[in-house]
């Protein structure tokens, strides 16, 4: 139950495309989404997190969109570039405080 | 811009040495935490750690490991005596979470822990 499964595990998109990443969880106590990037030796970074009270939360060309009665968020990235080419991972928490819960990750290459 | 810092970047270690890795979290942040992150795989949590005290710790956080922080600035993970196993990316992560709000966890660039 305290799984968070991503999907798909890699994603080729050309340049200019969307990239879209998908995380379903079984936690209803689950109240924060985060959207991590790792690029290769380094650690993850946050790069967009949302609550549950919105179902959509855009910064630049990053979007989440949540749906709560499907236990269900994804990651939308438009006008994919080159130097998104990263790992993706979403978590989830569900408090202040308390641990992060990770999916497996997606592998993302943006073709120039 | 204020950052986690972890020492050393890379550790090679013998099977059965004990091994601390370090961390500075971000300076007023309260809550700290150990992940690690086995090559390829997804990023697993081992402990909290909150007003001096372990808040919560997985089943991978077994005897073999402690954290302490033994100042006012460093957070520490020592593993006892490494196996195989072991060997992964130690990430170190810190929070400042208010009464509501502020989850943020903010993650170190890691320490590659190669136990051979």
């Known amino acids: 139950q305290q799984q968070v499964k991503q999907s798909p595990q890699s994603l080729i998109v050309q340049k200019g495309g969307i990239s879209i990443i998908n995380c379903a969880y079984e936690?209803?106590?689950?109240?924060?989404f985060p959207w991590y990037q790792q690029f290769p030796g380094k650690g993850p970074a946050l790069l967009i997190a949302?609550?549950?009270?919105?179902s959509e939360k855009k910064e630049g060309r990053f979007t989440i969109s949540f749906n709560k009665s499907a236990k269900q968020f994804s990651l939308h990235i438009m006008d994919s570039q080159p130097g998104d080419s990263a790992t993706y991972f979403c978590?989830?928490?569900?408090?202040?405080?308390?641990?992060?819960?990770f999916g497996g990750g997606t592998r993302v290459l943006v073709k120039p | 811009e204020p950052e986690v810092t972890q020492t050393p970047s890379h550790q090679v270690t013998q099977m059965g040495q004990e091994v601390i890795l370090r961390c500075v979290p971000i300076?007023?942040?309260?809550?700290f935490y150990w992940y690690r992150q086995i090559l390829g795989q997804k990023v697993e949590f081992l402990v909290s750690f909150y007003n001096n005290e372990i808040s919560e710790k997985s089943e991978i956080f077994d005897d073999q490991f402690s954290v302490e922080r033994p100042d006012g600035s460093n957070f520490t993970l020592k593993i006892r005596s490494t196996k195989l196993e072991d060997s992964a990316m130690y990430f170190c992560a810190s929070s400042e979470p208010l009464i509501y709000g502020d989850y943020e966890q903010y993650f170190g660039p890691g320490t590659r822990l190669t136990v051979t």
């Open positions: 300076s007023n942040h309260l809550y």
């Open positions: 978590a989830a928490s569900t408090a202040a405080g308390n641990k992060l819960t």
């Open positions: 936690n209803t106590a689950f109240d924060y």
């Open positions: 949302i609550r549950p009270d919105v």
